[in-house]
């Protein structure tokens, strides 16, 4: 099955929530951060670093070295993008409602699938923040 059938049918009904925090608290935190984006004069910051994206979602992580991010816009909802191995943990235990996958076994994609969501969401052309505590980012950069 096509990783974005398997979404659709996760989230085709309710799914039960298990969080560690109420959604309320992931909001505030978000908001503590949306205050730091407004200082830099930041429209969208891009998560990246596993233990600051499971801090702002919720999301636990099962294989903490495969690819998640969180497209966190000023103003609006968030989108989490995360391995599609990891779906039914970003879903169970996250509060964010966007969520997308990408294919663990094409990491070439990755960069185009980010893209094409940030020109759907309309975040492209706009004043972005990369967090780089990823050794990797900071490799390819």
Request: hydrophobic share 40%.
């Amino acid at each position: 099955m096509d990783y974005k059938q398997y979404l659709a049918e996760l989230t085709s009904r309710p799914i039960p929530k298990e969080m560690a925090f109420p959604e309320s608290e992931y909001r505030r935190r978000v908001d503590r951060v949306r205050g730091f984006m407004d200082e830099k004069g930041l429209d969208v910051l891009l998560v990246t670093f596993i233990p600051n994206v499971c801090y702002m979602t919720g999301y636990q992580a099962f294989a903490a070295d495969l690819h998640a991010c969180m497209v966190l816009p000023r103003d609006g909802e968030p989108t989490l993008q995360v391995t599609e191995l990891e779906i039914p943990g970003a879903l169970l235990n996250g509060w964010v409602k966007d969520v997308r996958g990408v294919r663990w076994t094409a990491p070439d994609a990755l960069s185009g699938e980010l893209s094409g969501l940030l020109k759907e969401r309309k975040l492209d052309g706009h004043g972005a923040g990369l967090e780089t505590k990823r050794t990797w980012l900071a490799m390819e950069a």
